[in-house]
């Protein structure tokens, strides 16, 4: 009889209650907050590390540049060596597209990156080649 009570119970059964609902509702909300800034801090350090990585490419390139020309400029523009690197693109942390103002300074180890869809070149951020480190 008590079984039989209890299998009528389960049968009558057919949806979750409200504070099931609920209850799954706030695991979901506790999960989302402590995902969503995990994800976003590893985003931003993924789009430094792809600008390191652009500038450290520029840098090589006007290496390449004062070797090939037998030169001893201290600085090197984008337009200048761009026989020496193949089409930049776009910045990785954004849509800006890098210019050929782009300015390499051997003397302080800096690649000085600017965006070339603006009249006037735009600073988008300094890499230095000795630290490896992005400055916006």
């Known amino acids: 009889m008590m079984t039989q009570r209890i299998q009528n119970m389960f049968k009558q059964e057919k949806g979750l209650t409200l504070i099931e609902l609920l209850a799954v509702i706030v695991v979901l909300g506790i999960i989302a907050a402590i995902a969503v800034p995990s994800i976003s801090g590893l985003i931003e350090g993924v789009e430094e590390d792809g600008r390191a990585a652009l500038a450290h490419q520029i840098y090589e390139?006007?290496?390449?540049?004062?070797?090939?020309?037998?030169?001893?400029?201290?600085?090197?523009?984008?337009?200048?060596?761009?026989?020496?690197?193949?089409?930049?693109?776009?910045?990785?942390?954004?849509?800006?597209?890098?210019?050929?103002?782009?300015?390499?300074?051997?003397?302080?180890?800096?690649?000085?990156?600017?965006?070339?869809?603006?009249?006037?070149?735009?600073?988008?951020?300094?890499?230095?080649?000795n630290t490896d480190i992005v400055t916006p």
Do not use: C, H
Not at 79 to 93: L, Q, R, S, T, V
């Open 61 to 129: 390139a006007g290496r390449l540049y004062l070797i090939g020309e037998e030169s001893n400029a201290t600085t090197v523009t984008l337009a200048e060596m761009a026989d020496y690197i193949d089409n930049i693109g776009k910045d990785p942390g954004s849509e800006n597209q890098i210019g050929d103002t782009t300015v390499v300074d051997f003397t302080a180890g800096t690649v000085t990156v600017f965006d070339n869809t603006t009249p006037t070149a735009v600073l988008l951020y300094t890499y230095n080649y």
